[in-house]
């Protein structure tokens, strides 16, 4: 018999991936320093995860899409800790809409592509403790 690889339909069993008991994901750590897959953050259905707390990235590209904080469409709205740092293809303005993200405790977006003016929503960001927006090209 060959080689075979089962893959695990069941998304709470896979790496990076943290489920409450009710099987929503609330923990998405993804930490490849050698990157087979890249993930464009624009391509994200951040919809999918209306209970996710916590968000790691190491190698997404693009831009952050405006969708990551809209609360009109529910998007991201118990997110507690955000960090998309040390990311040189991550690139493009904060947008405003991340102002919406009111749970919202960690933020780090440091060492990336990050250029323009840092959004004053940000402001409304009432729980926030941890804030690193440290080498961009922010003003």
């Not at 809209?70 to 690139?91: C, I, K, P, Q, R």
């Not at 060492?111 to 941890?130: E, F």
């Amino acid at each position: 018999m060959g080689n075979t690889t089962t893959i695990s339909h069941d998304h709470c069993s896979w790496d990076g991936i943290t489920c409450n008991r009710k099987g929503h994901v609330v923990g998405i750590t993804i930490l490849d320093y050698y990157p087979r897959y890249y993930c464009k953050l624009s391509q994200l259905k951040f919809s999918s995860f209306p209970s996710l707390l916590h968000l790691t990235l190491t190698h997404p590209y693009g831009g952050i899409p405006d969708e990551i904080g809209l609360v009109a469409l529910g998007e991201l709205t118990l997110l507690e800790h955000l960090d998309l740092s040390n990311n040189s293809m991550l690139y493009g303005a904060i947008p405003p809409s991340s102002g919406n993200l009111k749970n919202l405790i960690h933020l780090n977006l440091s060492a990336n592509s990050l250029s323009g003016v840092i959004p004053s929503s940000i402001g409304n960001l009432k729980n926030l403790i941890h804030l690193n927006l440290s080498a961009n090209s922010l003003s």
